[in-house]
């Protein structure tokens, strides 16, 4: 008797589970493809987020957080220092060329594991066994530190291009400090808002918002091809120049690399929204790369545009604005009103990168935390039921942009120099894990079946991937200026130092015993 009432209750689970599928969307959502399933059951993984993310969607995600023209636009100043506009065209094609490599390696590692702690996780099933567990850990500090430090630096510079635009507009305006630190808690807590209570309509918003980047880039791009007066070809490529003052032309260049850099940082931000995305494996990898050569054709049209629109360097270098794009746009319309509004387009989508950076950053939190990674790591990996997110690591998130943001009051030499380091930890976290899946390929090691590949050429496009992130972390340290005065010193080399070394004693004191790596958890039947 006891045995027929089990096999009836087995039966009964089985077809109000059966009637859930087919009744409720929320429960199919969860569920994602078959594909979405295996890959979660492979990796140990419980499905707790909604899978409303498609392709057009994630795209448009990437696209934004990324915002290679805007950013092309708005961090203009440090490449016209170094190395002029023939040194920023060259040296943005190099860039672009080198994070092409990048992203195609971190593409294949995302179909491979598509999970949402990304690089940690990578490494943690790609580095060497007895090093699997101490390197994973240390790539999941430096996703959260390069993560974590975003929030308030995309915050910060929509807010500081909002105080370019009243000064355009007010000329006796002068902003003070405590004016940055509201706007980037403004910021934020906009971000906020769309990251909780309108959390559903994300994918929405993502498809929205990219409709704006595409048309913005156009009204920006028609208005100083037709309106602005333009120098010489042979002026434009041809005119490198060393405005910094390093006495050689070449590593004036170099070091201003790192605005392409940041323009087209970001890569593993899709990744992170993974458990998100129905059928990850094969939608994410695609969506990655065709957003790496969108942003990077749209972001070397913007830049060539606005070398030929300069007029004189040094003014539009000075300008009061402290955004050179600005005054270029004004030069162009001699419109205060159009000026404003075209401007405002990189406002806008500035603000929407820090939406979509508040995602990536607690998803990624969300996931080391769930793996034992961070203190509090029951907290932080709660779902709570009927949300769908990882509610607390969003708050957390919030939390610490505006702790970080209240630094600027005291000094905005030390909150550029934190808001920055997420660039050195994300190229780090970058480093380990593609060369981890290279000496895999070295060793002849068997790789995960994959939906997208690398194949014969895995090894070469690892490898170069490896050397040119290598070089551009050592140029992240750099200062903007040779023998820089301490406010103008770039002290992120201090600040990773001392991050590193705080993630290694927590590992030792306690981390070691509670993180084991999501390696351990992989179901190896599968």
């Known amino acids: 008797m006891e045995d027929l009432k089990a096999a009836d209750t087995v039966v009964h689970s089985r077809d109000s589970a059966s009637a859930e599928s087919q009744e409720d969307p929320v429960f199919q959502e969860k569920k994602g493809s ?79 594991a598509p999970t949402s702690g990304g690089q940690y996780h990578w490494v943690s099933e790609f580095a060497p066994r007895e090093h699997q567990k101490f390197l994973s850990y240390i790539v999941g500090w430096l996703c959260v530190l390069g993560w974590q430090t975003g929030i308030p630096s995309i915050a910060f510079l929509a807010g500081t291009q909002i105080q370019g635009l009243i000064i355009l507009n007010n000329e006796t305006y002068a902003p003070e400090r405590w004016h940055g630190t509201l706007l980037i808690i403004a910021v934020a807590s906009f971000s906020i808002v769309f990251n909780t209570l309108l959390a559903r309509k994300l994918p929405l918003v993502e498809g929205t918002v990219l409709i704006l980047h595409i048309f913005g ?7 100083l091809w037709v309106l602005a007066p333009r120098s010489k070809p042979s002026d434009v490529f041809g005119q490198f120049q060393d405005n910094a003052g ?61 070398c030929f629109c300069l007029g004189d360097v040094e003014s539009v270098i000075s300008t009061p604005t402290m955004f050179p794009h600005i ?30 950076n508040v995602a990536t950053s607690s998803r990624q939190l969300f996931a080391f935390a769930r793996d034992n990674g961070m203190p509090f790591g029951a907290f932080l990996s709660r779902v709570h039921p009927g949300w769908d997110i990882p509610l607390n690591s969003v708050l957390v998130s919030f939390t610490v942009a505006i702790l970080l943001s209240l630094i600027n009051i005291g000094s905005t030499v030390a909150f550029n120099s934190i808001a920055s380091l997420g660039t050195c930890a994300l190229l780090s976290s970058y480093i380990i894990s593609i060369s981890c899946i ?48 301490p406010d103008l010193m770039n002290w992120n080399i201090l600040i990773y130092g001392c991050t590193i070394i705080f993630s290694l004693v927590y590992f030792m004191v306690k981390g070691r015993h509670m993180y084991v790596g999501p390696v351990e958890y992989i179901n190896k039947d599968l």
């Open 34 to 112: 078959p594909d979405d399933q295996k890959d979660m059951q492979r990796m140990g993984k419980t499905q707790e987020l909604r899978r409303n993310f498609r392709f057009v969607s994630i795209f448009g995600y990437s696209m934004i957080l990324m915002a290679t023209w805007e950013t092309v636009l708005t961090t203009l100043g440090l490449p016209l220092l170094n190395g002029g506009t023939g040194g920023a065209i060259f040296v943005f094609i190099g860039t672009a060329i080198g994070m092409g490599f990048v992203i195609v390696s971190m593409a294949e590692m995302a179909s491979m």
């Open 217 to 223: 880039f156009f009204a920006i791009f028609i208005t």
């Open 246 to 306: 390093w006495g050689n032309v070449g590593l004036s260049c170099l070091v201003g690399q790192l605005a392409p850099i940041f323009s087209l940082l970001g890569s593993d931000a899709a990744t992170h929204m993974s458990e998100e995305l129905r059928d990850a494996s094969y939608t994410l990898p695609r969506a990655m790369l065709w957003t790496a050569i969108s942003n990077s054709i749209l972001g070397l049209v913007m830049l060539i545009t606005f």
């Open 327 to 356: 005054q270029v746009i004004y030069n162009a319309t001699n419109s205060l009103a159009g000026t404003t509004v075209l401007a405002s387009i990189t406002v806008i989508l500035a603000v929407f990168g820090c939406v979509n």
């Open 438 to 485: 290279w000496l895999k390929r070295w060793r002849g090691e068997a790789l995960l079946p994959s939906r997208f590949t690398l194949g014969k050429f895995g090894i070469w496009i690892n490898g170069a991937s490896v050397v040119y992130l290598c070089i551009a972390l050592i140029f992240s340290f750099f200062p903007s200026f040779p023998h820089p005065t």
